[in-house]
């Protein structure tokens, strides 16, 4: 059994979904986000007594000085002033720690134990979504550079890394077993969600997306968490390790 690792700092940590997978290797995890909101979902869902949340920002990291083995910012990098988060990473990390950055675009959906073609439902559900990832970019021009980011799977940011050791995984899969409800919080978890709220609140774009699959998929009568679904996440990795 390995050794656990001291620390662990989670940059943009969202709800905390990938605090929960790394959590378990780590004696203590610090995880931060800008948006308030986030954070305290985070807390509402924490399971674990060695992991705190707070509000925090990627170009001012709250940690000392070579104190952290590890970093990963999970779909969130591409929103960061990068030049200052680099600084910051390579300020608290321990030598030898390690910068873990990966992301992914709209994951593809797969119905289970619905009657018809799973084969063009998944197509017709995996569009859907992918239009709701795409929907910041639509009213936000400065959202469109930040998706070509994604959509180039952070070529431009593995560039970027000055640490010589690094390398780039760009097909790594994931399937989770979801239902709808998941696939509903997934997409107010989606960057430009937020904002979006605070812009108007006459369409929630979660919503639509919920009743346009139901209709889709022919099971508007049952409950959203009766929904079931794969979803497959196709995600790119980059890790540097600081000298």
Same mark, same amino acid.
């Given at each position: 059994k390995e050794k656990k690792l001291d620390f662990l700092l989670d940059v943009g940590c969202g709800g905390g979904q990938s605090v929960n997978i790394f959590a378990p290797y780590f004696h203590e995890v610090l995880a931060i986000d800008p948006s308030e909101n986030q954070i305290k979902e985070a807390r509402s869902q924490n399971k674990f007594a060695h992991v705190t949340y707070k509000a925090g920002f990627a170009e001012k990291l709250p940690c000392d000085d070579v104190s952290v083995d590890v970093i990963i910012a999970g779909a969130s990098v591409h929103w960061f002033d990068r030049q200052k988060f680099y600084e910051e990473a390579d300020r608290v990390l321990k030598p030898g720690g390690r910068l873990v950055m990966?992301?992914?675009?709209?994951?593809?959906?797969?119905?289970?134990?619905?009657?018809?073609?799973?084969?063009?439902?998944?197509?017709?559900?995996?569009?859907?979504?992918?239009?709701?990832?795409?929907?910041?970019?639509?009213? #936000?021009?400065?959202?469109?550079?930040?998706?070509?980011?994604?959509? #180039?799977?952070?070529?431009?940011?593995?560039?970027?890394?000055?640490y010589a050791k690094k390398l780039r995984l760009n097909h790594f899969t994931e399937g989770k077993a979801w239902s709808l409800t998941d696939v509903k919080g997934l997409i107010q978890s989606i960057d430009s969600y937020e904002p979006y709220m605070k812009r108007s609140d006459k369409s929630k774009i979660s919503e639509q997306f919920v009743r346009s699959l139901k209709e889709s998929w022919g099971c508007t009568g049952m409950e959203n968490s009766d929904v079931k679904m794969k979803v497959i996440f196709n995600f790119f990795v980059i890790v540097a390790d600081k000298p």
């Amino acid at each position: 059994k390995e050794k656990k690792l001291d620390f662990l700092l989670d940059v943009g940590c969202g709800g905390g979904q990938s605090v929960n997978i790394f959590a378990p290797y780590f004696h203590e995890v610090l995880a931060i986000d800008p948006s308030e909101n986030q954070i305290k979902e985070a807390r509402s869902q924490n399971k674990f007594a060695h992991v705190t949340y707070k509000a925090g920002f990627a170009e001012k990291l709250p940690c000392d000085d070579v104190s952290v083995d590890v970093i990963i910012a999970g779909a969130s990098v591409h929103w960061f002033d990068r030049q200052k988060f680099y600084e910051e990473a390579d300020r608290v990390l321990k030598p030898g720690g390690r910068l873990v950055m990966f992301g992914y675009w709209s994951p593809k959906l797969v119905p289970l134990g619905l009657p018809g073609d799973v084969t063009r439902l998944s197509e017709i559900g995996s569009q859907l979504i992918h239009d709701a990832y795409l929907f910041g970019a639509k009213w #936000n021009p400065d959202v469109k550079e930040v998706y070509l980011l994604i959509y #180039n799977k952070y070529t431009k940011i593995f560039n970027e890394i000055k640490y010589a050791k690094k390398l780039r995984l760009n097909h790594f899969t994931e399937g989770k077993a979801w239902s709808l409800t998941d696939v509903k919080g997934l997409i107010q978890s989606i960057d430009s969600y937020e904002p979006y709220m605070k812009r108007s609140d006459k369409s929630k774009i979660s919503e639509q997306f919920v009743r346009s699959l139901k209709e889709s998929w022919g099971c508007t009568g049952m409950e959203n968490s009766d929904v079931k679904m794969k979803v497959i996440f196709n995600f790119f990795v980059i890790v540097a390790d600081k000298p």
